[in-house]
Structures are given as structure tokens and as C-alpha cells.
């Protein structure tokens, strides 16, 4: 049982470069998010998707784009990569009731020179 | 919007019994979840209160006052892998799957 998935788990880009972290989860959740952990802090959503089909900005959209291609896959994309963007990306997913926990993926380290 | 408070760190010896608060400002507020995140782990879930009281899961306990926008995790015969990261997470009112985070307690245990 995976749970949830992301890869990469480690990226080194350049400034100005573009890339897509992607993220599975096979437990049949409904919702899905993704998040920025800078060290030392807590976590800050960056977007999210209620339901397969809609996605909506959270509180640190800037920079960022995402694709709910599926039920089980929410994809982020970082089109012009910034050194403020190093950090690490976790994904989450839920069964989307107020009850019910969101189940982490292990993070995607990424650094931007 | 919403805002967490949490100390940002605490210290006990194994065996003790450890509190951590979260206070929260929230303009919808659906119940308090609480993780624990080990260094250079993800995030795991531990507790989640939705009612004022306590709720009781082994060594952990975590409790809620709505009326006063509080909320504590309490670690009882603490043990030395218990050092970890805790959070306070509100979910929101507007949206029943969306959390809101605190920035962290980092909880260190000592023999």
C-alpha cells in the first residue's frame, strides 16, 4: 500500500528553468494539496483541489500551476523556477471531510540555484 | 484569514508528561488537527478535535476549547523518538478538506 507518491524526491534546477513535481495517491481520496515547507517553518499551502476537476489557490500560489489530471494524480508545475522557490514541496491527499486526515507523500527536496 | 500560535520549542526528559498549546484566530473553523513530523520525515496525523474535550489515543491526548480558540496535545511517558516536530492545523470553515498549519513546536526529549 503507497499511500501517497511524489517524485523526484531530490532536484537541483537552475533559475529560469521550468519543472513538474508530480504526486499519486491510491487510496481513493477526493482531496488532494500541495505544500511548501521553507526550514524552520510550518506548512503553507499552495494549491489544492477540492474534487477531481477543480483546483483553487491557497496561500502561497505565486510561481506556481497545477493540474488535477485525475482522481489520483495532482501534478505542480514551476514554469520560470526562482531561488525562492527552494524548499520542500510535500503533496497531501484526504478523504476530504472535516474528520479526516491528510496523508503526506515524503517530499520533494528541490533547490534552485 | 487564519493565524496559529505555538511555542516554538520545548524540552523534557524521558518519562515526563508534555504539553503543547495552539491557539488559533479563524473566520471558519471545522476542528483542530494536530502532526507530528520527525526530521527530514513527512508529516504523520496524530489527533483531531472537532468537539470541545479530550480525546485519548494511547500516550497521546489532545484537547479543544472552541469558546476560547485553544487547543493542546499532551504526551504522556515520553520517550526519546518522540522528539519531533508537532503542529496545530485548523480546518476551515469555507472548505471542510482545507488546513491551515502552525509553523511547528519542536519538541526535544532527554534522557
Known amino acids: 500500500n503507497a499511500g501517497v507518491t511524489q517524485t523526484p524526491k531530490f532536484q537541483v534546477l537552475k533559475t529560469g528553468q521550468s519543472m513538474t513535481l508530480q504526486c499519486a495517491q491510491d487510496m481513493n481520496h477526493n482531496s488532494m494539496y500541495w505544500y511548501r515547507q521553507d526550514p524552520g517553518m510550518g506548512l503553507r499551502l499552495i494549491y489544492y483541489s477540492a474534487s477531481e476537476g477543480t483546483t483553487d489557490k491557497g496561500e502561497v500560489p505565486n510561481g506556481y500551476n497545477v493540474s488535477r489530471l485525475n482522481k489520483r494524480e495532482f501534478s505542480l508545475r514551476l514554469e520560470s523556477a526562482a531561488p525562492s522557490q527552494t524548499s520542500v514541496y510535500f503533496c497531501?491527499?484526504?478523504?476530504?471531510?472535516?474528520?479526516?486526515?491528510?496523508?503526506f507523500g515524503d517530499g520533494t527536496r528541490l533547490s534552485i540555484l | 484569514g487564519q493565524s496559529l500560535e505555538q511555542p516554538s520549542e520545548v524540552t523534557a526528559v524521558e518519562g515526563a508528561i508534555v504539553q503543547i498549546n495552539c491557539t488559533y484566530q479563524?473566520?471558519?473553523?471545522?476542528?483542530l488537527s494536530w502532526y507530528q513530523q520527525h526530521d527530514g520525515g513527512a508529516p504523520t496525523f496524530l489527533s483531531y478535535n472537532a468537539l470541545d474535550g479530550l480525546e485519548e489515543t494511547g500516550r497521546f491526548s489532545s484537547f479543544l476549547s472552541r469558546s476560547d480558540s485553544y487547543g493542546y496535545l499532551l504526551l504522556q511517558e515520553l520517550q526519546m523518538k518522540d522528539s519531533a516536530s508537532y503542529f496545530c492545523a485548523v480546518r476551515e470553515g469555507t472548505n471542510a478538506g482545507k488546513s491551515t498549519f502552525g509553523d511547528g513546536t519542536t519538541l526535544t526529549v532527554k534522557p
Open positions: 497531501a491527499s484526504s478523504g476530504g471531510r472535516s474528520n479526516q486526515p491528510q496523508h
Open positions: 479563524t473566520s471558519g473553523f471545522y476542528g
